[in-house]
């Protein structure tokens, strides 16, 4: 049995997470009603949600905790490529909407049972700052990662004065966290396994027939984003050919968020390649997190896409002006999605606010998101993820390029 396990690990966990997969889906063809196997799939996300906001919070604090003074940081330059990023994705999909309008027959989606959408963007900012002060031990139970953020960084600033012993343990506890999230991810082979299952079983293979040109427009769009944007973000500021980076995140960091569908689960994915390409732990240590709660591409495509196949189903038009609008209202709303509950989706009915949709209307688009939501989600949470390595990577890379240091891609 050791011997089977230590053969086991040592393939690559995208090649075990494939034979997960393959495995889901002939077993949600031949034995559909062998429910018990999709419990995997629900106790893989279990965990990974249990445990992903005590992460968050540990790894923060306990990085800004062990910051010293006088240590050259980047974050500015991390933070402005997150925004920068997210607005981009925006007028991506904007482009990408006009260019190939789709429309949905929103009759057959049904609206999402008992989601509430945001009224306005003052109401999602409301929200948002009504977040930040939760109660901090609610923030974790109740996976507001914007609370936790929030009080990671409070508590980390006011314990830099604490004893080197106090900041070796909570660095001992940042670590056993990391390594608790590594074990859940390696359960990811069958925890896949089952959330196929279930959703060949329950869909069948055509899950996706109705909407294949709505989910095609998204993947496009997403597409452009992760192989065209972000390589000329990373190139203006590196230098040099920006594919090597961008290929090296996309694998390791991306098709491992694919199937986790979790940004903050896959945080010690991400430092760990950052950890290999040799960038500074300090930095990193908290831009990664960080871009786990506010670097959302992938939602702002989302956002926009979807609300813009709601304006051509109805026949609205739309100006120059007010696409632009929508593009920043959308990377917005996308940087506070893990404050609203219902994570992007459920900010489509703002962005359709816009256009004067009704809300009902906009509550079927959202309806249309969760028929749709195994792939893109998944996608989505894909590109999020892979993005903050990268541009954590690219910020520190344009310094060394600055200091003359040799890259290491």
């Known amino acids: 049995m050791k011997g089977i396990l230590e053969k086991w690990n040592s393939i690559s966990l995208v090649k075990r997470i494939l034979v997960g997969m393959i495995i889901g889906i002939i077993l949600g063809l031949a034995a559909p009603k062998a429910t018990v196997i999709g419990l995997l799939g629900e106790l893989f996300v279990g965990a990974l949600k249990a445990v992903a906001p005590v ?103 006011a314990l830099r004065q604490a004893s080197d012993k106090t900041k070796e343990f909570l660095g001992d506890v940042s670590n056993a966290v990391t390594q608790a999230v590594r074990w859940v991810i390696s359960f990811a082979p069958f925890g896949i396994l089952g959330l ?54 996309l694998k390791e960091s991306g098709i491992t968020a694919f199937f986790t569908r979790s940004s903050a689960a896959n945080i010690p994915v991400n430092m760990e390649l950052c950890e290999n390409l040799g960038l500074n732990e300090d930095n990193y240590s908290v831009s990664i997190p960080l871009g786990a709660t506010i670097n959302m591409g992938g939602a702002a495509v989302t956002i926009t896409v979807l609300s813009l196949a709601a304006v051509h189903t ?40 816009l256009f004067g949709i009704s809300n009902d209307i906009a509550m079927q688009m959202v309806g249309v998101g969760f028929i749709i939501g195994v792939i893109q989600d998944s996608c989505e949470t894909g590109l999020n993820s892979s993005t903050d390595a990268l541009f954590t990577a690219a910020a520190e890379f344009k310094e060394w390029r600055k200091e003359g240091r040799k890259l290491p891609v």
């Not at 079983?201 to 496009?220: E, H, P, R, V």
């Open 314 to 353: 109805l026949g609205i038009e739309v100006d120059i002006p007010t696409a632009i609008v929508l593009s920043v209202l959308s990377a917005v709303s996308a940087c506070g999605a893990s404050g609203v509950a219902g994570g992007s989706l459920l900010l489509i009915p703002l962005a359709c606010s």
């Open 55 to 157: 992460l968050v919070f540990f790894l923060v604090m306990g990085a800004l905790a062990q910051h010293k003074e006088g240590k050259k940081s980047n974050m500015g330059s991390v933070i402005a490529l997150y925004l920068i990023g997210t607005f981009c994705s925006a007028l991506v999909a904007v482009v990408g909407s006009f260019i190939f309008p789709v429309t949905v027959n929103l009759g057959a989606a049904a609206a999402a049972e008992g989601a509430t959408a945001p009224g306005g963007i003052g109401e999602v900012l409301k929200t948002l700052l009504l977040n930040v002060v939760s109660n901090p031990v609610g923030s974790i139970v109740d996976a507001n990662y914007v609370g936790i953020l929030a009080w990671a960084v409070i508590f980390g600033l």
């Open 196 to 249: 196929v299952f279930t959703a060949i079983s329950t869909n069948g293979m055509g899950i996706f027939k109705d909407y294949g040109s709505l989910l095609a427009l998204l993947l496009g769009c997403m597409a452009v984003v992760a192989f065209v944007v972000n390589p000329i973000i990373v190139y203006l500021n590196i230098r040099k050919n920006p594919y090597p980076l961008v290929f090296k995140c």
